[in-house]
Each structure stands twice: as structure tokens, then as C-alpha cells.
């Protein structure tokens, strides 16, 4: 079965401080599609990235970046000098390619508090 | 202009009602999704429908119908409400179900009474 950990419940920063978000990922199948997605506090779910298991070249974007790593099955994201607006609930999901398998298997979110 | 919308946003109601919850996306997806978050933000997938055809149906309670009446559509029917039923729902559409990102509307917040 398709398993996502994120180990951190809460997270709490200052901002300016760089953070990053665990994201440790089980699956069986070759081919597979991770993604992070963002709530913040006004309660939308906000897709910030997506990546298939054959690529495994870390992405940056803007403040945002992300580490995945086969090796050990962890795609974590790492936020750059955080400001109060990354204050939010992100969530990493997981799908497979076939059957059953393409559901997408959320991770039960890190709530993250960037702090004035 | 909105990409997945949902209506209506906030629905408060007596428990043992029925309420319908309806959504709508204007991408062109074949793939569409109804999503429970609890209180404590774990979502849960309770449907998906591809090209109007039921594909994914969780455990759910019969008292939750899904209704897709064209491909850009799908309705949530909730017969017999009750408490436990109080949570944000989420609709979502793909181009395909699987490996395809998932865009989401902006939820409606059920709360039973």
C-alpha cells in the first residue's frame, strides 16, 4: 500500500528563517507522481509542485525549493527566508500509475507559523 | 476567470436535512473529485468520476450520492445529515485520474446543527 509521512505536525519560525518541510513517501510502484500543495489560513488548497519519479532534479522556485531523493524516498521542500504569508498547512501527496494505485494518498499535513 | 468552483461556499443546516453541494470547472478535465477535510485536515477522497463515470468510490455512507451530469460537473447529495458530517468539502479536477495534478475549488464549509 501508498503511504506519505510528514513527520513535523507544527512547525514554528521567526521570520527570515530557512525551514524545511519532511515529506517520506512508501510506495511500490516504478512510476510515480509526488506533489506539495499549500492551505493557508483562509482554507484553499493551493498546488505548489509536481514531480514524476524519473526526474530527480531538485526544483527551485522563487524562496521555494524542493529536494527529492529516490534513495531515500523523501521529497522535502524547503522554504528560503520565510515570510508571514508561508504561514499555512502544506500538504505532500503521493500517486501511483495504475489500478488502484492512482488515487492520490495525502500526507496528514505540517502546519507551519512563520512568526513576526 | 474561476477554475474550479463550488456552491455554495457556506452551508449551515439541521441535522436529518438534505443538502446538495455543486461544483463546476471550466479547465476541460476528464477527471473530477469530491474530497472531505475533518477538523483536523486530513483529506479524505470520497469520489471521483472520469468522463461522467463513477471510477473511485470510497467507503462512504450510501447517505452520500455523487451526480455528474457532463463531464464539467460534479454534484454532491447529501441525504439524512448528520453531525458527524460537519467538515469542509472539496471538489477537484484533473486531466486524467492519476498522475495528473489535481486543481481544487475553494471548499464549502458544512456544518450540522
Known amino acids: 500500500a501508498q503511504k506519505v509521512t510528514q513527520a513535523q505536525t507544527e512547525i514554528s519560525v521567526v521570520e527570515k528563517e530557512d525551514v524545511t518541510l519532511d515529506c517520506v513517501y512508501e510506495?511500490?510502484?516504478?512510476?510515480?507522481?509526488l506533489f506539495w500543495y499549500k492551505q493557508p489560513p483562509s482554507g484553499e488548497l493551493v498546488f505548489l509542485i509536481r514531480?514524476?519519479?524519473?526526474d530527480e532534479q531538485n526544483e527551485i522556485s522563487g524562496r521555494y525549493s524542493w529536494n527529492f531523493q529516490k534513495s531515500t524516498s523523501s521529497f522535502n521542500f524547503t522554504i528560503t527566508a520565510s515570510q508571514v504569508v508561508d504561514s499555512a498547512v502544506y500538504f505532500c501527496a503521493l500517486s501511483g500509475n495504475a489500478g488502484n494505485n492512482r488515487k492520490l494518498i495525502w500526507g496528514l499535513g505540517t502546519s507551519l507559523a512563520v512568526n513576526p | 476567470d474561476t477554475a474550479v468552483s463550488q456552491t455554495p461556499k457556506y452551508l449551515v443546516t439541521q441535522m436529518g436535512n438534505d443538502k446538495s453541494i455543486k461544483c463546476e470547472q471550466n479547465l476541460g478535465h476528464d477527471t473530477m473529485y469530491w474530497y472531505k477535510q475533518d477538523s483536523k485536515k486530513f483529506l479524505k477522497i470520497m469520489f471521483s468520476y472520469n468522463n461522467k463515470e463513477l471510477i473511485i468510490n470510497e467507503t462512504v455512507p450510501n447517505r452520500f450520492s455523487p451526480k455528474s451530469p457532463d463531464k464539467a460537473h460534479l454534484n454532491l447529495h447529501i441525504n439524512s445529515l448528520e453531525l458527524g458530517d460537519s467538515a469542509v468539502y472539496f471538489c477537484?479536477?484533473?486531466?486524467?485520474?492519476?498522475?495528473?495534478?489535481?486543481?481544487f475549488g475553494p471548499g464549502t464549509r458544512l456544518l450540522v446543527l
Open positions: 510506495t511500490r510502484d516504478t512510476t510515480y507522481y
Open positions: 514531480r514524476n519519479s524519473f
Open positions: 477537484a479536477s484533473s486531466q486524467a485520474i492519476g498522475r495528473q495534478t489535481q486543481y
